[in-house]
């Protein structure tokens, strides 16, 4: 009787404890470098992160900076500051794995604030399949923005991802829609 009390106190407990937030497990990570913590924010943002930069990218480049950037959380843990978003600063240093990866490819000749000119090459979007295609096609920047706001993140923390304006971020937005809505509507 007594372990099927103990089993009930144990299963009641966890019910009312609240499940720990992002910011909470990063936080715990820093201090104690417990593998399960890191654990549990892998499994709940890795895929999220393999896909931002999928669309960014190819899917090898794409898996090998996911893999990069968890190493980076990993090695950078004391640098989180709780007062930010764990997500943002997550995507934060994918993002700037990519750019460097880019960078030593010679696909990308600036930093942060004067990202341009990568575009896919100037294929007739008629013949595009599929949406992700279409995605594919649009300019660095408006795709960078576009899969951002699509993984949930708001004009504030696109900006601060990407180190530009809000203001520059809602262009791009409107820019990426707009594309996207005329390739579309040139399929049908």
Same mark, same amino acid.
């Given at each position: 009787?007594?372990?099927?009390?103990?089993?009930?106190?144990?299963?009641? #407990?966890?019910?009312?404890?609240?499940?720990?937030? !992002?910011?909470? @497990?990063?936080?715990?990570?820093?201090?104690?470098?417990?593998? #399960?913590?890191?654990?549990?924010?892998?499994?709940? $943002?890795?895929?999220?992160?393999?896909?931002?930069?999928?669309? @960014?990218?190819?899917?090898?480049?794409?898996? !090998?900076?996911?893999?990069?950037?968890?190493?980076?959380?990993? %090695? #950078?843990?004391?640098?989180?500051?709780?007062?930010?978003?764990?997500?943002?600063?997550?995507?934060?240093?994918?993002?700037?794995?990519?750019?460097? %990866?880019?960078? #030593?490819?010679?696909?990308?000749?600036? $930093?942060?604030?004067?990202?341009?000119?990568?575009?896919?090459?100037?294929?007739?979007?008629?013949?595009?399949?599929?949406?992700?295609?279409?995605?594919?096609?649009?300019?660095?920047?408006?795709?960078?923005?576009?899969?951002?706001?699509?993984?949930?993140?708001?004009? $504030?923390?696109?900006?601060?991802?990407?180190?530009?304006?809000?203001?520059?971020?809602?262009?791009?937005?409107?820019?990426?829609?707009?594309? @996207?809505?005329?390739?579309?509507?040139?399929?049908?």
């Amino acid at each position: 009787m007594s372990y099927a009390r103990a089993g009930l106190l144990i299963s009641v #407990k966890d019910w009312f404890s609240a499940p720990l937030s !992002d910011e909470s @497990l990063m936080e715990q990570y820093a201090r104690t470098g417990e593998p #399960k913590v890191l654990s549990r924010l892998y499994d709940q $943002h890795s895929n999220a992160l393999y896909y931002y930069l999928l669309v @960014l990218s190819n899917a090898d480049m794409a898996a !090998d900076i996911t893999q990069r950037t968890w190493l980076k959380v990993i %090695e #950078k843990k004391h640098l989180y500051r709780h007062e930010g978003k764990f997500l943002g600063w997550l995507f934060t240093l994918g993002r700037n794995a990519l750019l460097d %990866e880019l960078r #030593k490819q010679h696909q990308q000749n600036s $930093h942060c604030n004067q990202v341009e000119n990568l575009v896919s090459d100037s294929a007739v979007l008629d013949d595009i399949p599929d949406f992700h295609q279409l995605l594919k096609r649009l300019p660095f920047e408006q795709k960078e923005a576009f899969s951002l706001q699509q993984e949930g993140f708001s004009v $504030h923390e696109i900006s601060t991802i990407c180190c530009v304006p809000h203001e520059t971020v809602k262009t791009r937005l409107r820019y990426a829609r707009e594309k @996207l809505r005329k390739a579309l509507e040139s399929q049908s």
